[in-house]
């Protein structure tokens, strides 16, 4: 006779109880507002830069086989937060966390996923395997360069997209006629997202790099006499971003707006984008903007509820796909 089995729903219980969150100094404003979401208070923690510019971590509070959430903006300045990124996951691995996760809103090097010319590294494999070895457990980012960086990690983690965020505001909008436009072909999967969701056209810019310089050349698709989405997914010095710009403006656009997850605006990007011929600049939270670098018509929209939902449910071992829905389905 075959035995037959019978299964009951039962009561997911997380091993680690409650969540306990830190922050660096890399990003801390966000940190808080995801606070605000899941009601709780950031756990405190001293960092310091002694005169050596060695950076120095001590909690106030014992970790102690807990459910450890470490986030941390990798914006500007790179280096100095990835650094305090590795020596506070030591600290936190060495205090002995039950379970420690990384959330990095942007992932710093991102850029730097393959050998693409001879003699060059490939950095961000070699940051994914920083993050492990300092200690973290789990990660959460958003709209990584490349999806395939996924790989580099082992171990697991969400990477989830903004664009359903951005694609609420532009309907809020209620734009006529308008058109999304990729800033680059490797964002195309993305914009198209965009588009779906805005029942709107879908067009391009065809960028070369020539010299070492990505141009702005051609554009792929009708955007004469509509209000013009130009969506990416990094903006840093704006140069390539306003360069699309004036070339959409020659071909006919009506008007032009700029949206992108990351904002990192170093060197000329703020001049750049004030000289622009742009009714909005749109980007998340991701990356920290002083008030110094914002202009008139910049929307930031925050990534906090994304982030603070998804904590929530990789606290309680519960599915973050059921949250975020076909963002992760691209």
Known sequence: MIPRYHTA????????GEPILFSGRGNRPLAEKICAKLDT??????????????????LHRSVRGHDVFLIQGLGPPVNHNLIELFIFLETLKR??????????PFYAYARSDKKDMPRVPITARLMADLIVTAGADRYITIDLHAGQIQ???NIPGD???AYPIIADHLKSLNLDNPVIVSADLGFAKKARNIAVKLDAPLAFVEKRRISGHAEALTVIGDVEGK????????????????????????????????ACTHATLVGPARERLAASDIVEFICTDTVEIPKEKRLPNF????????LAGVIERTNK?????????????L
Do not use: C, H, M, W
């Open 9 to 16: 729903r039962v009561k997911k219980i997380t091993p680690y």
């Open 317 to 329: 071992a519960e599915s973050v796909g059921e949250l975020v829905g076909d963002t992760l389905n």
């Open 95 to 104: 205090s002995s966390a039950g379970r420690i996760t990384a959330v990095l």
């Open 41 to 58: 208070k950031l756990a405190e923690a001293d960092i310091r830069d002694f005169a050596n510019e060695n950076i120095f971590v001590q």
């Open 227 to 258: 209000n013009v989405v130009l969506v990416d997914e990094l903006v840093e010095t704006a140069g390539t971003i306003t360069e699309a710009v004036s070339l959409l403006k020659r071909s006919g656009a009506a008007s032009v707006r700029i």
């Open 159 to 161: 990477e989830l997209q």
């Open 151 to 153: 790989g580099f990690f």
């Open 299 to 306: 929307t930031i929209l925050s990534v906090a509820p994304l």
